[in-house]
């Protein structure tokens, strides 16, 4: 079978370091997550304000672009630099999960498509988050490299965009949609497996071989059916144990305001008692 190979490799920042450039819980680690958490609950904090920003469209449609770009710049960047190992570009279709999550982004940002959120809110806010801690592919590119930052807005924008819309939209998840991922990952799965089959090299879902950093997929079976099969296991647990976790926020939550009303109306009632009190004195 024919293949395209690298042939612009170039060193510099749109480039390459050497492995171990980045290393897991360094600085170049945390500090991009803490900023990040910031980012979110400042989001949370101000969300009336921002949810009556005349203007408030243009936040997403700058997310939207953004997240575009961003996109985009890692094909434009491919196409420079190359594979550090040479490589082929046909293991680089746009047939990831974080790929799938960053498209299906851009629609919800500027359609605000509720079947969008529902599937993003599933796969971001569970799958999405392991890049976050075991950033796998970006071992050769630290801070000084622009993979590095690439890497982290790919993967930002999308679980920003699910907790942005939770809450300054008011969207909701409910486990009645836990089935709505699976409508995408279950064929592109199939699809992943038939490209990584015939395609040297290719590694779509992780289905084809380990990474170069540590992750999840380098303790899987060699099997790939069998491999699929304990990811599928694996999404399902995530999402059930995430839509638990939705739940017990929102009772928690309903209980903390109902015992905030319930003071208030015993305040209320205590001012009263005085109040009659004083008349009868």
Same mark, same amino acid.
């Given at each position: 079978?024919?293949?395209?190979?690298?042939?612009?490799?170039?060193?510099?920042?749109?480039?390459?370091?050497?492995?171990?450039?980045?290393?897991?819980?360094?600085?170049?680690?945390?500090?991009?997550?803490?900023?990040?958490?910031?980012?979110?609950?400042?989001?949370?904090?101000?969300?009336?304000?921002?949810?009556?920003?005349?203007?408030?469209?243009?936040?997403?449609?700058?997310?939207?672009?953004?997240?575009?770009?961003?996109?985009?710049?890692?094909?434009?960047?491919?196409? #420079?630099?190359?594979?550090?190992?040479?490589?082929?570009?046909?293991?680089?279709?746009?047939?990831?999960?974080?790929?799938?999550?960053?498209?299906?982004?851009?629609?919800?940002?500027?359609?605000?498509?509720?079947?969008?959120?529902?599937?993003?809110?599933?796969?971001?806010?569970?799958?999405?988050?392991?890049?976050?801690?075991?950033?796998?592919?970006?071992?050769?590119?630290?801070?000084?490299?622009?993979?590095?930052?690439?890497?982290?807005?790919?993967?930002?924008?999308?679980?920003?965009?699910?907790?942005?819309?939770?809450?300054?939209?008011?969207?909701?998840?409910?486990?009645?949609?836990?089935?709505?991922?699976?409508?995408?990952?279950?064929?592109?799965?199939?699809?992943?497996?038939?490209?990584?089959?015939?395609?040297?090299?290719?590694?779509?879902?992780?289905?084809?071989?380990?990474?170069?950093?540590?992750?999840?997929?380098?303790?899987?079976?060699?099997?790939?059916?069998?491999?699929?099969?304990?990811?599928?296991?694996?999404?399902?647990?995530?999402?059930?144990?995430?839509?638990?976790?939705?739940?017990?926020?929102? #009772?928690?939550?309903?209980?903390?305001?109902?015992?905030?009303?319930?003071?208030?109306?015993?305040?209320?009632?205590?001012?009263?008692?005085?109040?009659?009190?004083?008349?009868?004195?």
């Amino acid at each position: 079978m024919p293949t395209t190979t690298s042939e612009f490799y170039s060193e510099g920042f749109l480039g390459y370091g050497e492995v171990g450039d980045f290393k897991y819980w360094s600085a170049a680690h945390i500090i991009p997550l803490v900023l990040f958490i910031a980012i979110i609950v400042l989001t949370y904090i101000f969300r009336d304000k921002i949810k009556n920003l005349k203007h408030e469209n243009w936040i997403r449609y700058i997310l939207a672009f953004s997240m575009m770009f961003n996109e985009m710049s890692f094909y434009w960047r491919l196409l #420079y630099a190359g594979n550090p190992d040479g490589g082929n570009f046909l293991n680089h279709f746009p047939i990831q999960v974080c790929t799938i999550s960053s498209i299906l982004t851009v629609f919800l940002l500027t359609s605000e498509n509720k079947h969008i959120f529902d599937y993003l809110g599933f796969v971001c806010l569970t799958l999405g988050l392991i890049p976050f801690f075991t950033p796998a592919v970006i071992v050769r590119t630290g801070p000084t490299y622009y993979r590095y930052y690439q890497f982290f807005f790919e993967h930002m924008i999308p679980v920003y965009s699910v907790f942005y819309f939770m809450f300054v939209k008011g969207y909701k998840m409910s486990i009645k949609n836990i089935w709505k991922p699976f409508v995408l990952l279950v064929p592109f799965g199939i699809i992943a497996i038939i490209l990584n089959h015939n395609i040297e090299g290719a590694n779509y879902f992780y289905l084809g071989h380990d990474t170069e950093g540590a992750s999840l997929a380098n303790i899987m079976p060699d099997n790939v059916y069998l491999k699929a099969f304990i990811y599928f296991l694996v999404a399902i647990s995530l999402f059930a144990i995430e839509i638990g976790i939705y739940y017990l926020v929102i #009772y928690l939550n309903n209980k903390f305001k109902k015992e905030e009303i319930k003071e208030d109306k015993e305040i209320i009632n205590n001012e009263n008692y005085y109040d009659n009190i004083e008349e009868k004195l």
